[in-house]
């Protein structure tokens, strides 16, 4: 089947091939019945055969480094992904692949500012390809908790495309999760700016960018106007908001604390304290790096008896009923380790004498085939 002429470039240019790549319609047409075929082999030889003689267009490139993620050819895939950044900087599929790969081996956090690159390099037109690697880091945002970035990419898919349902079904499951703390639900609204600031005119060219949802243009400029007005609570409560979008908990935390060190009113000033809280990667600041280490054991009774009769060793009860629902044994023994004996019955309890935990102890017997 002939294509249109008038039909939209694979490039991701937004342009109709007759006004972008009308001298490669021949060999689209080829490359279309190939991928109706399911040929995607023989699509990606074809298309290695064009650019053997120097033939990289970005809407071929953009065919071939969707065939090469959907064969799983990741490492090709990648390295592909790279030459086509190179040669089309400004290409939106181009980043959206490249997101899409930094998705896959890092996280969703990390794939955001290739995002963003390629929501700002689609000039007003959303491709297809890109609509779909919104949705693909949305829902890794969600699964990796960050709930307010991944929020905000979908309540952009509805302004996309408001006949595709899923986004707004998405919204509503986010809103009766029980795992999202209340005050996460929902985003703080954007305070105005004040008629009569002196700054106005740079604050509305800061935030311009969001008609587009260049999210980071939009957060760098707040910034920038943040180092001229640092008693702006205007200022710090918008920059908090978009930082929330682009998943940089530590930026979004110091605008929460910068609003709620100024003088606003104090139910305000608490909600986006808790709020800092509640996005810091460590709420507390006593967050410490876990280390799991198995060992096998050869003689699990003897170990067992070693463990019961340490004095560093404080025995903990056992919850069997934790353990079945991985339809897995419970542990024989479980104990806390700490770094000297036990203080007996409180005797000269203080902070420098009290023991502390330096890990946990469970002993396992024999595990069968279940």
Not at 24 to 32: A, H
Not at 153 to 161: F, V
Not at 193 to 214: S, T
Request: with cysteine; glycine share 4%.
């Amino acid at each position: 089947m002939a294509i249109d002429a008038y039909s939209t470039c694979p490039g991701g240019t937004g342009k109709k091939i007759k006004f972008c790549c009308p001298d490669l319609l021949p060999e689209l047409e080829k490359i279309d019945r190939m991928l109706e075929g399911e040929q995607f082999i023989a699509c990606t030889q074809h298309i290695d055969r064009m650019e053997a003689h120097g033939q990289y267009r970005a809407c071929v490139m953009a065919i071939k480094s969707e065939l090469l993620r959907i064969s799983n050819q990741m490492v090709a895939a990648h390295a592909y992904t790279e030459k086509f950044l190179e040669k089309f900087p400004q290409n939106p599929i181009a980043w959206s692949e490249s997101a899409l790969h930094t998705a896959a081996s890092e996280s969703g956090r990390a794939a955001i500012p290739k995002l963003q690159k390629a929501i700002a390099c689609s000039g007003g037109h959303v491709d297809g390809r890109v609509y779909e690697t919104i949705s693909l880091v949305a829902n890794l945002l969600l699964e990796e908790g960050d709930f307010a970035a991944g929020r905000a990419l979908l309540h952009l898919l509805t302004a996309l495309d408001p006949e595709d349902q899923q986004p707004m079904e998405k919204l509503v499951h986010l809103n009766r999760s029980a795992e999202i703390p209340l005050l996460l639900k929902t985003d703080p609204a954007m305070i105005p700016c004040p008629d009569n600031a002196p700054w106005r005119a740079k604050y509305e060219n800061a935030v311009a960018p969001l008609m587009q949802a260049q999210w980071q243009i939009a957060a760098d400029r707040l910034a920038a106007l943040a180092a001229d007005v640092p008693d702006s609570p205007v200022v710090w409560n918008n920059l908090s908001l978009i930082r929330s979008w682009l998943a940089d908990n530590e930026g979004t935390c110091e605008a929460l604390r910068k609003f709620a060190a100024l003088p606003v009113p104090l139910e305000d000033a608490v909600e986006a304290a808790a709020r800092a809280m509640m996005t810091s990667d460590d709420p507390l600041g006593d967050a410490v790096n876990l280390l799991r280490w198995n060992w096998p054991v050869s003689d699990a009774e003897r170990l067992q008896e070693l463990l019961l009769s340490e004095p560093r060793i404080v025995q903990i009860p056992v919850e069997a009923s934790l353990w079945t629902k991985n339809n897995a044994p419970p542990p024989r023994v479980g104990g806390l380790l700490l770094d000297r004996p036990a203080l007996q019955d409180g005797a000269d309890l203080s902070v420098d004498t009290m023991p502390k935990v330096l890990g946990q102890v469970l002993l396992f017997g024999r595990q069968t085939d279940r």
